[in-house]
C-alpha cells in the first residue's frame, strides 16, 4: 500500500467477523491500528494506532490509545479509558478511568462475546438491503439486537445477581455494583505523594 509523501500515520486493518458500531472513531495517527477477527466495538468508542486481538469486545464510548494492545477474549468496559502503552491480558475484564483490571473472564463470558459478534455479523447480513436503499429505513422496520441485557435492581447496575452477588446466567458480561464502587471509591496517588509515603 502506497501512503501519501509526509504521511506520519499508519493503516487500520479490521479482520473477518469484527463489527464496528454507530459512531466509532479508529484511527492510525501514531502507526497501525490492527483489529482481529470476531471483534464487537461498541457505539461510539476511539481507538488509535492500538492493537485489539481476536474474540475482545470494545464497550460503547471506551478509548483505547495509542500503542495500548488489548489481547484475545478481553472486555474493556463501557466508557474505560486504556492509557497509551497499557497492555490487556487474555481473558480479562478492564474498567474505569484510567482502565485497570477488574476481574477475569469466565469461560462461559468469554463465548458469550464470542456469539454475540457472530448474531452482529448475521443482523448486518438480515439488513444488507438497508444500504441499497440509502441506509434510510427508519428504525421501527428494523430488527434490533440487545447485546448484554442491563437491569438496573436495588444493589445492581447490570443483570441479575443471586444472594452471594454472583450472576444467575454466567452468559451475562456484566460489572457487578461492588466492581463500579470500588472504582470510584479508588482515588488516584499523585506522584508526588507516592514518593513521600
Not at 38 to 43: K, Y
Not at 62 to 87: M, W
Amino acid at each position: 500500500m502506497l501512503l501519501p509523501e509526509g504521511y506520519g500515520g499508519g493503516v487500520v486493518n479490521i479482520g473477518k467477523g469484527s463489527n464496528v458500531q454507530d459512531g466509532v472513531i479508529i484511527s492510525s495517527k501514531q502507526g497501525h491500528t490492527n483489529i482481529g477477527d470476531g471483534v464487537t466495538i461498541g457505539h461510539s468508542a476511539q481507538i488509535d494506532s492500538a492493537t485489539i486481538e481476536s474474540d475482545s469486545l470494545i464497550g460503547m464510548g471506551a478509548i483505547i490509545s495509542a500503542g495500548a494492545y488489548v489481547e484475545s477474549n478481553s472486555f474493556v468496559a463501557a466508557g474505560a479509558v486504556v492509557g497509551g502503552g497499557v497492555r490487556i491480558p487474555s481473558g480479562e475484564l478492564w474498567a474505569g478511568t484510567p482502565a485497570k483490571k477488574l476481574r477475569d473472564l469466565t469461560d462461559a463470558q468469554i463465548e458469550k462475546i464470542k456469539y454475540q459478534a457472530s448474531e452482529y455479523v448475521k443482523l448486518s447480513g438480515n439488513h444488507m438491503h438497508v444500504m441499497e436503499l440509502g441506509g434510510n429505513v427508519p428504525d421501527s422496520k428494523i430488527e434490533h439486537l440487545v447485546t448484554f441485557p442491563l437491569e438496573a435492581g436495588e444493589n445492581s447496575v447490570t443483570a441479575e445477581q443471586n444472594d452471594d452477588n454472583e450472576f444467575k446466567d454466567d452468559n451475562k458480561v456484566a460489572i457487578s455494583a461492588e466492581e463500579v464502587k470500588a472504582l470510584s471509591d479508588e482515588q488516584p496517588v499523585s506522584k508526588g505523594a507516592a514518593a513521600s509515603a
